[in-house]
């Protein structure tokens, strides 16, 4: 069973940083497209960055491009969002995702606020 465990959330001002782990247990990293999602209170879930599994390049939300990373440690089974210039509109709860059609899986997922 695959499972993905999120961390490193919490409370920061805007203009701050903060990075996103998502570690998988149970399948093997590098054979799964790694994405994260948030979902403010009363929105839908949005996709904000997405890195396939064969080399190309992520893709990112036009709300975060230029602020934030995605990036991959297939030795590690971790999956990382690096998230610069925070600001308000950021607040969310974070959800990391393991596809491999026909197979999804999501996190539990982690809150990050953005105070103003």
């Known amino acids: 069973q695959v499972q993905l465990v999120e961390s490193g959330g919490g409370l920061v001002q805007a203009g701050g940083s903060l990075r996103l782990s998502c570690v998988v247990s149970?399948?093997?990293?590098?054979?799964?497209?790694m994405s994260w999602y948030r979902q403010a209170p009363g929105k839908e879930r949005e996709l904000v960055a997405r890195?396939?599994?064969?080399?190309?390049?992520?893709n990112y939300a036009d709300s975060v491009k230029g602020r934030f990373t995605i990036s991959r440690d297939n030795a590690k089974n971790t999956v990382y969002l690096q998230m610069n210039s925070l600001k308000p509109e950021d607040t969310a709860v974070y959800y990391c995702?393991?596809?491999?059609?026909?197979?999804?899986?999501w996190g539990q997922g982690t809150q990050v606020t953005v105070s103003s």
């Open positions: 995702n393991a596809r491999r059609l026909p197979q999804t899986y």
């Open positions: 149970g399948g093997t990293l590098s054979t799964y497209a």
């Open positions: 890195l396939a599994n064969f080399g190309s390049s992520p």
